[in-house]
């Protein structure tokens, strides 16, 4: 995807820095448009779908994080970044955990949150292995079934709700069945090699993606742990 062909929502009610980032996003060609607040944002949704959604934390009315929960118990997968202003590593476990594909502090450069864009972008749909898996036949294991073309997991015949970022993982596994994936290599494949989700930040979108396939999360038999080496998919498992 080219810069020029990025459209990004920015959900903020800070006025200064929404017009600060527009500006330098329209400087560069990239559609920039903009939500004071998160009351109207799945309506906003509806009429209008931008490449990616980026959403402040701390908002009045409702937060960043109620606002992220809506979305993805709608069913809405849309990449979404979250600014965040506080220090607490809590907050941005719980955003993973909600769905968020990315975090950013405050403050922060644009040129930075355009770099965080433009990754979550690339393993939405244009990583090699997404680009390799247009190709692909869907692969079936147990009561799922994976399209790699239009990057939809089916259970039982019926699509599921994945993230890009629980969608992304997903794949990286389906891709290299019965090998051994160090959490380091996964960080790589899912975030690129320069980001900052450090190895042990993996266990959460690990832990979002064995509730939705494993019969039993605490006993998973699917992405199943290899103690001080990382995971490995059995789709034999199922």
């Known amino acids: 995807m080219s810069d020029t062909s990025i459209q990004v929502l920015h959900v903020d009610d800070d ?11 329209q400087q560069r060609g990239i559609g920039f448009s903009v939500l004071h607040d998160a009351n109207h944002l799945e309506r906003r949704l509806a ?13 009045p009315s409702i937060d960043g994080l109620s606002a992220l ?4 118990e709608a069913g ?8 965040t202003a506080r220090a607490d590593h809590v907050d941005r476990v719980v955003g993973l955990e909600l ?25 939405h749909g244009a990583s090699p292995d997404a680009r390799a898996s247009v190709s692909r036949e869907p692969m079936c294991f147990g009561r799922f079934r994976i399209d790699f073309v239009t990057r939809t997991l089916f259970r039982d015949g019926e699509p599921l709700g994945l993230t890009d970022a629980e969608y992304g993982l997903l794949e990286i596994f ?4 019965m090998e051994t994936l160090s959490r380091a290599r996964l960080v790589d494949l899912l975030y690129g090699p320069d980001a900052e989700m450090t190895e ?14 494993e019969e039993d999360p605490s006993w998973p038999r699917l992405i199943q742990t290899v103690r001080g080496n990382g995971y490995m998919f059995v789709p034999g498992g199922a």
């Not at 009429?47 to 908002?59: F, G, H, N, T, Y």
């Not at 809405?76 to 600014?83: H, Q, S, T």
């Not at 042990?200 to 396939?213: E, K, Y």
Request: no cysteine.
């Open 174 to 177: 389906a891709l290299r069945p």
């Open 200 to 213: 042990r930040g993996i266990s959460v979108p690990i832990w979002r993606l064995r509730r939705l396939i």
């Open 76 to 83: 809405d997968a849309i990449p979404v970044i979250m600014l």
């Open 47 to 59: 009429r209008e779908r931008p490449s990616i959604v980026v959403l402040d934390l701390m908002m």
């Open 15 to 25: 006025a200064n820095l929404r017009d600060l980032l527009r500006t330098f996003f």
């Open 69 to 72: 929960r809506r979305l993805r």
């Open 99 to 123: 769905g968020a594909d990315d975090y950013l502090g405050k403050p922060f450069m644009p040129q930075e949150l355009l770099a965080r864009i433009r990754a979550v972008l690339r393993r």
